[in-house]
């Protein structure tokens, strides 16, 4: 299959705010405004992370025309990665917005979220009806979360809740409200690493403890989805939440096998401790659960990487990412290459558009708007 004419969905594209906080301002009432002057006007991130708007995390030819950050200028975005790559759709993932999980402060958070939303609303899905958007909600307060989905969980360029992190357990009933309403309205639940693990006391913690490097840390970021993953399935959310579905981005999927082995073996052992799990724990997580290809894994042997994906039914659980603008971009005329054709269907277009609910586009190489 030709990927230069395939139709492909990219699930993890990334739009940056220029300022910070600062442009979203626009977006707060006068006394948030107010609150987030001086100091408080950029998002805190990991000591050990390369700037996310610096040299060393943003490829060169996504700066914009005028000088600006990779990320930053939707019409830019738009010629340079939707009309080159011929992108039928684009889910945004801010993982500039996941950073606000490290305030400690909900009210904080949950002003933030919302302003970043109503930003990328006005902004960005007014620009092309090929952006859509992963809403992000400040899981601090659940309640204030469900609310959040509510107000704009119902448009249709609204396709995802991004849920970045705290230090709590998925399958914690602190997050029901947010499954609640998620699954109410049809929306996927979006994982990302939010550049703040390991690093704030409210962010998520690394197991085994504190990663000294950047490349220790970034080769741990598995350890958050398995955990959560486990977590989301043993305590029943799959059960309690029939229709809710979730997306692991940027996480991997090499690891998911020998997950789903070690699942179903324990499972035959500890049954009686889950009772309702009426199946075996494996077939929970491939139905409900997806994975996105970037960073894909490169094994030394093309036909491990073939094994991997049979393994994790890939036809089903994995959607094409490209991680769009950062350095590490996966193109797809470099991805999955010798794969049959109708399984880079699946990954590159059809799973994406059965989870995210998309329609077929009617986009034919123009710029346009929504």
């Known amino acids: 299959m030709d990927t230069s004419r395939m139709k492909i969905i990219d699930s993890d594209v990334h739009p940056w705010i220029s300022g910070d906080i600062e442009g979203l301002k626009p ?6 405004q107010i609150r987030f002057e001086g100091k408080r006007s950029v998002l ?18 996504a700066k914009t025309p005028d000088g600006g950050v990779g990320g930053s200028d939707p019409h830019f975005l738009r010629e340079a990665h939707l009309d080159k790559l011929n992108i039928e759709y684009a889910i945004l993932s801010s993982i500039q917005a996941g950073k606000l999980v490290s305030l400690p402060n909900a009210g904080e958070a949950t002003v933030l979220a919302r302003a970043f939303n109503d930003y990328f609303i006005d902004k960005w ?5 090929r952006f859509r958007l992963a809403m992000c909600v400040a899981v601090h307060d659940p309640v ?9 969980g119902g448009q249709e360029n609204i396709v995802a809740v991004y849920m970045p992190l705290m230090n709590i357990l998925m399958g914690n009933v602190h997050y029901y409200p947010i499954y609640e309403a998620a699954e109410e309205l049809g929306l996927p639940i979006f994982l990302h690493p939010t550049g703040t693990e390991g690093a704030f006391q409210t962010s998520v913690s690394f197991a085994g403890g504190v990663p000294s490097t950047y490349i220790e840390r970034h080769s741990c970021f598995p350890q958050i989805a398995m955990g959560n993953i486990t977590s989301l399935l043993f305590e029943g959310v799959f059960v309690r939440f029939p229709g809710l579905k979730v997306l692991a981005a940027e996480f991997g999927f090499g690891w998911v096998p020998h997950m789903l082995w070690r699942f179903d073996q324990n499972w035959r052992q500890f049954r009686n401790e889950v009772p309702w799990l009426e199946k075996e724990p494996s077939s929970y997580v491939l139905d409900r659960v997806r994975f ?15 094994q991997i994906l049979e393994m994790v039914h890939a036809d089903r659980t994995i959607l094409f990412s490209t991680d769009y603008p950062h350095w590490d971009t996966d193109y797809p005329q470099t991805t999955f ?11 590159f277009h059809d799973n994406a558009a059965e989870l995210f609910g998309l329609k077929p586009s009617h986009h034919t190489g123009a710029s346009h708007a929504a």
């Open 27 to 32: 977006y707060m009432s006068k006394s948030w």
């Open 44 to 61: 805190p991130d990991h000591p050990l992370r390369p700037p996310l708007a610096g040299a060393t995390s943003i490829r060169r030819d």
């Open 125 to 129: 899905l007014s620009v092309d009806d």
């Open 144 to 152: 204030e979360a469900a609310r959040e989905i509510r107000r704009i």
């Open 292 to 306: 996105t290809s970037q960073p894909l894994e490169e094994p030394e042997k093309d036909e491990y990487l073939t």
């Open 337 to 347: 290459q010798r794969l049959p054709e109708n399984l880079k269907q699946r990954i």
